[in-house]
């Protein structure tokens, strides 16, 4: 027997209802939100695709890890198992705990930024562009062309521009550039793997210069899933020696566990530089805590530790790709507009394609997220001109190259009869596209302002 059918390789121990709406209700609750998702209460969301960060279920064994969290100040038993948990992984030498990857970012742009340099990544996350912007610095991005265009299909949608990134190096000089990032996944590109030979291409571009390179590691099991299944060379390697290959590259990383250490808060930094470990040590003693917990309680250690090895397990990648897939592939079928092929934790909806009425100063993503909460419930996010928009001297909106709308997949979370439901609802939508509205914004906050904004139909 061979069956075609990929199941959740777990089974549920403890459930948590979830909350039905009217729609006569969604529409009050919307209103009051200011048609921002960000400003819903959970408990008026049926679905909650706003976001795969810190939403994981977690494993009956990190539950019980969690009793054994030593929650001692300093040399906590939970912080060792950690450290080797990630060094295993990682093969970095000084392991740094945060509360969570913001927190990583902020501590090595704090020591490495400022004004006048530069940081190029294949695509840097918003919360890493603005802990860059933030010391005066500039974040840039250097995603291969395939990656810019939601239609075409190709397997490595999150590689990094190698000439473009050389040319850049040249330009800006290599005194100006303290380090070179690489995101796997590429999250704002889509949730679009990374390949190995991309990985290398870019560590030997910065070996010529003498840069160092940061993995912003946050999708690393997704990643290396990816390469098992597309590239060559590596179907017979199991994701574990995948994630070290792609980690020997790197000089340094940064994590946010809430995604592939599948807990619910947590992350850390990660490097071979004694002397840049140091001044990290130095400022998370400030800003998050002791080095052997850095804003952790020993139990969220534990967690993490016990998630790290969960992750990789081949079973557990093949399902969490595979529903993803399963999700975009409907789809497709359908004739709705989405990021192909689909990415690793998430289906980006192409508004601009979707909605092709709705021009970007309109915030075409918006609409579909406000309509996809009112039929069924769903919380889905903006990625687009809300996210990235920036404004021209005369106030004039800088669209960003896409507008999207990102439903991300909590892991180990919803069955395939909550994705079924959500098929539904987003066919219903697209049918009745031609009805969709654009909206304003009507308050904005000067720096990641997509969390608070405040928005209005016109
Ligand atoms: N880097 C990437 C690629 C991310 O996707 C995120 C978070 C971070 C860094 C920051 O980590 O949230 O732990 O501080 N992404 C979440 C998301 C918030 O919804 O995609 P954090």
């Known amino acids: 027997m061979n069956p075609k059918t990929i199941i959740e390789p777990f089974k549920i121990k403890s459930v948590e209802p979830i909350r039905f709406t009217t729609r006569e209700e969604r529409e009050k609750i919307l209103i009051e939100a200011g048609y921002n998702p960000f400003m819903i209460h959970a408990d008026d969301v049926l679905i909650d695709l706003l976001t795969d960060s810190g939403t994981s279920a977690m494993s009956s064994k990190q539950w019980a890890a969690i009793m054994e969290g030593d929650e001692a100040y300093a040399g906590s038993k939970s912080f060792y198992r950690f450290e080797d948990a990630v060094k295993k992984i990682t093969h970095m030498k000084y392991i740094i705990p945060t509360h969570q990857g913001r927190a990583a970012e902020k501590i090595l742009f704090s020591i490495v930024g400022g004004p006048g340099k530069y940081f190029p990544n294949n695509t840097h996350f918003d919360t890493t562009r603005a802990n860059i912007e933030f010391t005066g610095a500039e974040a840039d991005d250097f995603l291969t062309e395939v990656g810019k265009h939601p239609e075409q299909r190709a397997d490595f949608k999150g590689n990094m521009d190698i000439e473009k990134l050389e040319s850049f190096i040249k330009e800006k000089g290599v005194e100006n550039i303290p380090l070179c990032m690489i995101t796997v996944t590429n999250n704002s590109g889509g949730g679009q793997p990374v390949s190995m030979q991309n990985i290398r291409d870019v560590k030997n571009l910065c070996n010529k210069y003498g840069i160092p390179l940061f993995i912003d590691a946050c999708r690393f ?119 192909e092929p689909p990415g690793g934790h998430a289906i980006y909806i192409d508004a601009k394609r979707f909605v092709p009425h709705i021009k970007a100063d309109k915030f075409p993503g918006q609409s579909i997220v406000c309509e996809l909460y009112l039929e069924g419930g769903i919380r889905a996010v903006e990625i687009g001109s809300v996210m990235f928009g920036k404004y021209d001297k005369n106030n004039k909106l800088i669209p960003p190259p896409m507008e999207l709308v990102r439903l991300a997949i909590p892991r180990r979370v919803y069955t395939q009869s909550h994705i079924d439901f959500l098929i539904e609802i987003i066919i219903e939508v697209f049918r009745n596209r031609n009805k969709l509205k654009g909206y304003k914004i009507v308050y904005e906050a000067p720096i990641l302002r997509h969390f608070t904004a405040r928005f209005e139909p016109v």
């Not at 994701?239 to 792609?246: G, R």
């Not at 850095?294 to 016990?306: F, S």
């Open 221 to 339: 099991a997704e990643n290396a899933y990816f390469i098992k299944l597309r590239e060559k060379g590596y179907e017979n390697k199991t994701p574990l020696e995948i994630a070290q290959e792609m980690f020997s590259y790197a000089d340094g990383v940064t994590m946010s566990a809430k995604k592939d250490a599948l807990v619910n808060i947590g992350g850390f930094l990660a490097m071979n530089d004694q002397g840049l470990a140091m001044k990290c040590r130095n400022l998370l003693i400030v800003t998050e805590g002791f080095p052997t917990y850095g804003g952790l309680a020993g139990r969220d250690l534990e967690a993490v530790a016990q998630g790290l090895t969960e992750v990789l397990d081949e079973h557990y990648l093949q399902y969490r790709l595979r529903s993803v897939e399963y999700l975009g592939e409907k789809l497709v079928a359908e004739g709705v507009p989405i990021i």
